[in-house]
Nanobody
Framework: QARLVESGGGLVQAGGSLRLSCAAS????????MGWSRQAPGKEREFVAA????????IYEDSVKGRFTISRDNAKNTVYLQMNSLKYEDTAVYYC????????????????????WGQGTQVTVSS
């Protein structure tokens, strides 16, 4: 059974860094684009970043550009989200997700195209 498990969340001061990991199992996730989304209290889930299966295509939500970096290690079936210069408004539960389209050349921000989701990891940034 396909499964995604996030880790690496925690409490950090504004300006600090965290690296989230998403370990995938039960499917050949190396053939699929992967993404990260987040949901802050009282808000809808929003797209953060995505990476194509090859790593050749990446997209970011405007507010995290230049601060967050998505990457993957297909040999380890793991996707990462390096978060630097964290801000209070980055506080949220972060979810990783797998695209439903095998070998898609371009990563997508469309929530409806992701068909596997992890349980989430909490990131709290103190001001």
């Amino acid at each position: 059974q396909a499964r995604l498990v996030e880790s690496g969340g925690g409490l950090v001061q504004a300006g600090g860094s965290l690296r989230l990991s998403c370990a995938a199992s039960g499917r050949t996730f190396s053939r699929y684009a992967m993404g990260w989304s987040r949901q802050a209290p009282g808000k809808e889930r929003e797209f953060v970043a995505a990476l194509s299966w090859s790593g050749g295509s990446t997209i970011y939500e405007d507010s995290v550009k230049g601060r967050f970096t998505i990457s993957r290690d297909n040999a380890k079936n793991t996707v990462y989200l390096q978060m630097n210069s964290l801000k209070y408004e980055d506080t949220a539960v972060y979810y990783c997700a797998a695209d439903s389209r095998p070998l898609a050349a371009v990563a997508t921000r469309k929530d409806s195209l992701y068909n596997y989701w992890g349980q989430g990891t909490q990131v709290t940034v103190s001001s």
